[in-house]
């Protein structure tokens, strides 16, 4: 029996893409081979890291300027990447605190310049995002992290920020979910495991005409401009989990887009979010205009009806809606291949949990 | 039609394993999910990534010393991870350049520290392993990579080193592909892709004594040390790919392991040589003592034969037989899961094309 997928990430995929994706392990197209020992090089491979990448200018209708990588390392490994390519030695960056993310990724910053945190919502368990940030006007970039996953937070407007500022966002868990202007943004990057594919491919959308400023020695590897100079081909690209976003893009396109997933993902969300509200034994932890449309964080009033509720859920075909480690708790991630149903499913439940 | 797959990398992997691989994408054992979109904290995942590390620790019969990583990145992000981590500014570290990535590595490397270069084929176009190479007393590590994939050289032999003179190797194509004393090593790195698993993840065999002893600052994701204390799950890793090499090492295992891979390889790599060598219109690149049992490369005496043995091999439901794009001729990858069968039908196409 098909579980109701509510994992944080990895997550649910459309089961359309998973079939497909089972197929090609046993034999792509007509190749006579598998996917998986196909080398990259290859015409049929090097054709869908090229539609993956077309996909991913289309639906977010890409300026020129902008190149589309598909790395790995993670979105843990962006935050490194992002200052050691962008950052000079004495210059400055601003960033949001929103959690877990943002705080990790104004960790490995510092380690590259001047950092300065101009908004965090730390004195409320990042259960907020901070509005009317001052960004200093010699900041090299803003970063912002568009969705915090573990908080179940997310942007809704954009921070205003000074000419010249460039913009800089971790998506990783929004990424895809609604329409953006992403002309107004000069670096995204966004881990694949929740809207895009599996574990183990991280999509970097760059302008090429940010790179190649900064005097600092970057390992070949970490250098943006050699995999803009290559195709994300200077090394072996992890084949599958691109060819499982390259579906799952095709998917999002098939569906109707970006406007077709915001109108899907909002109806789950106002569904779920309406019906914790209205229970008596639960309440969302979010505040209410920054709440996820991916991550509806809730509590229980009581240990023992978390304990029963989620005992409750896991024997009625639901998986992963357990908070995250560090905050504890209910998470329900409802990414843009979660249906309705599901998430009727759970709305049930809770209306029909009584303690 | 089931092609006879002798490419380089990605490779071939056992049929047994590709079956198995794709019915996890469908459902993952009972568990109502695709392994593709289940939580890499999840128990069945954390069993996987358990068993696969287990596996190689067998498999290798490491000492407890050693931690077993799965990372990303390729072969080419340990180029610069390995000096990284090791070598202190101002220390020295030797490096025999056998060609392709070993002179990748010596580049990468230089950005940290002193790179004293103690052998080179580059005078024969690397088509022999330098042998007798003095490494001076003070090097922190030497450098090997044990199998040149491009070029079709391999070590047989290891080099003398200095004591206290630690032992670095790339074995991305040739780990597994026989025994060894891996205990004499301290730092062993392969990308998957070739007897291990699928394109996406990087296996580290490192011993813990050796790290945290410089003073470098290394962003969190590159520290060894981040890895091993969180036991390769610091950030989300590449569940598929780690999943599909446990079950290739759990292949290697039920073959009756190393030794047994090493006959077999040995028996395929002795058949092709030997017919390359009576054919009058071929031979064999590298010197007899240097040919590596994985990639054995060989050239037509005529651009003219070349094209012709290429295109009657390619009608034959031979595929991946071209040399690197940067070499030419022919390479024959026969890794661990290519069977006697293939290479006797690639032997008996060489003996039956006259041009």
């Known amino acids: 029996m098909k579980k109701h997928n509510f994992s944080a990430g990895p997550a649910i995929l459309p089961a359309t893409v998973l079939a497909e994706a089972a197929e090609a392990v046993k034999e792509f197209g007509q190749e006579g081979l598998s996917i998986l020992e196909m080398s990259h090089r290859s015409k049929p491979i090097t054709a869908v890291v090229d539609e993956a990448r077309d996909l991913v200018r289309e639906l977010l209708e890409l300026e020129d300027d902008f190149e589309v990588l598909f790395l790995t390392g993670g979105a843990s490994s962006q935050f490194f990447m992002v200052p050691m390519n962008l950052l000079g030695e004495g210059e400055t960056a601003a960033y949001i605190d929103t959690g877990t993310w943002a705080t990790k990724a104004i960790k490995e910053a510092k380690n590259f310049g001047e950092v300065v945190v101009v908004g965090s919502s730390a004195d409320k368990d990042y259960t907020y995002i901070p509005k009317a940030c001052q960004i200093p006007a010699h900041c090299k970039y803003l970063h912002i992290t568009t969705n915090n996953t573990v908080r179940g937070s997310q942007f809704h407007h954009l921070p205003e920020r000074p000419e010249g500022c460039l913009l800089v966002a971790d998506m990783s868990s929004d990424i895809f979910s609604r329409p953006i202007d992403a002309n107004q943004y000069d670096l995204i990057y966004a881990g694949a495991q929740k809207n895009l594919g599996p574990a183990g491919v991280t999509l970097v959308i760059v302008r090429k005409s940010i790179l190649g400023n900064i005097q600092r020695q970057i390992p070949t590897m970490l250098d943006y401009q050699t995999h803009v100079k290559k195709g994300s081909m200077f090394n072996t690209p992890p084949v599958y989990p691109i060819y499982v976003s390259m579906l799952t893009l095709r ?5 109707g887009g970006l406007k077709a997933m915001q109108r899907r993902n909002k109806e789950k969300a106002d569904l779920l979010y309406q019906a914790v509200e209205a229970h008596p034994n639960f309440r969302p932890t979010v505040a209410k205009a920054d709440r996820s449309i991916m991550n509806a964080c809730f509590v229980a009033d009581t240990a023992a009806h978390e304990a029963a509720f989620l005992a409750y859920c896991e024997a009625n075909g639901i998986s992963g809606l357990k908070g995250h480690r560090s905050v504890g708790g209910f998470r ?24």
């Not at 998917?251 to 569906?255: A, F, L, N, R, V």
């Not at 329900?332 to 049930?348: C, E, G, P, R």
């Open 332 to 355: 329900a991630s409802m990414y843009n291949a979660m249906d309705l149903a599901s998430v009727q499913h759970l709305v049930d439940l809770l209306n029909n949990f009584k303690p």
């Open 251 to 255: 998917w999002i396109q098939g569906q």
